[in-house]
Nanobody, 121 residues
Framework: VQLQAFGGGLVQAGGSLRLSCAAL????????MGWFRQAPGKEREFVAV????????YYADSVKGRFTISRDNAKNTLYLQMNSLKPEDTAVYYC???????????????WGQGTLVTVSS
């Protein structure tokens, strides 16, 4: 699976952005998909995961209630709707694919190139 994330940009605190991740490859529809992020000087951290069907999702506590992960298997696309953005959400966001539903980065064997989200105060 080849993944390409896009939709990042500069937004003011309290604003919204929607990230997309386009996937090439038929196995997209059988993979769990996740979003991770890495802020400057920090380790990559889990943000959200969705199972292959879209029926199950899980979020990091830091984004719960503000971010929504979704997928459209007909379009081979993953989304992350981000609302009520905070300066601490500033990071490079990565989409990733895994054969299992997991919050651990080590479970993911395909990664996109990342898209930068900057939230100004």
């Amino acid at each position: 699976v080849q993944l390409q994330a896009f939709g990042g940009g500069l937004v003011q605190a309290g604003g919204s952005l929607r990230l997309s991740c386009a996937a090439l490859g038929r196995t997209f529809r059988t993979n769990a998909m996740g979003w991770f992020r890495q802020a400057p000087g920090k380790e990559r951290e889990f943000v959200a995961v969705i199972d292959w069907s879209g029926g199950n999702t899980y979020y990091a506590d830091s984004v719960k209630g503000r971010f929504t992960i979704s997928r459209d298997n007909a379009k081979n696309t993953l989304y992350l709707q981000m609302n009520s953005l905070k300066p601490e959400d500033t990071a490079v966001y990565y989409c990733a694919a895994a054969p299992i539903y997991s919050t651990y980065a080590a479970a993911y064997n395909y990664w996109g190139q990342g898209t930068l989200v900057t939230v100004s105060s």
